[in-house]
């Protein structure tokens, strides 16, 4: 008859087996060059590689750069502040649709509560709930989530552009 089904697994799983470890091997010997300097070494003891490309490698002053790094984290902490200032501002701009968010709440509970007594306020009830955690749900995703991540993200992004001009 033929091969039973085990062997031609166990060849199969042999063969992937020595794939990989070949592949493994070719991965670790064709490494291409690599396109940036060596830097090992190159700074004197107190300074501190901050950049390098083909054929060069930048050093500063260990004391001189971490200050400025520190200098820069700094500023951008006390800068950092105003997303939440704007986000303040953004939620008070808002007060209106919040008002009327919790008047749909006080509805919503209101016509919750009746529908024990009359049944008709079943509609109500989901109706007022519904559009109480709409409104409050759409000011929350402006305010707190779309306006907040572009102003993190521009502030992360000026962070890393003065952290740069310290390599200067």
């Known amino acids: 008859m033929g091969t039973s089904a085990a062997a031609v697994w166990t060849t199969a799983r042999r ?7 070949v592949a493994i091997f070719l991965g670790a010997v064709m490494r291409p060059p690599t396109a940036f300097a060596q830097c090992a070494g190159v700074c004197k003891p107190n300074e501190i590689v901050v950049g390098e490309d083909r054929t060069s490698c930048y050093c500063k002053d260990r004391a001189a750069y ?20 704007e986000a303040e501002d953004c ?5 209106y649709t919040l008002t009327a968010a919790g008047l749909a709440g006080m509805a919503c509970i209101g016509n919750c509560a009746a ?3 009359v ?16 409104i409050a749900t759409s000011v929350l995703e402006k305010c707190a989530v779309d306006l907040n991540n572009r102003c993190q993200a ?12 310290c390599r200067n």
């Open 154 to 165: 521009d502030a992360l992004r000026t962070l890393r552009n003065n952290q740069l001009s």
């Open 15 to 21: 063969s992937h087996l020595v794939g990989v470890l």
């Open 115 to 117: 529908v024990e007594t």
């Open 119 to 134: 049944p008709a306020f079943v509609r109500s009830c989901v109706t007022s709930c519904g559009t109480a955690a709409t």
């Open 66 to 85: 971490a200050g400025c790094i520190a200098a820069k984290g700094r500023a951008w902490r006390n800068d950092h502040r105003q997303c939440a200032r």
């Open 91 to 95: 939620f008070r701009s808002q007060g």
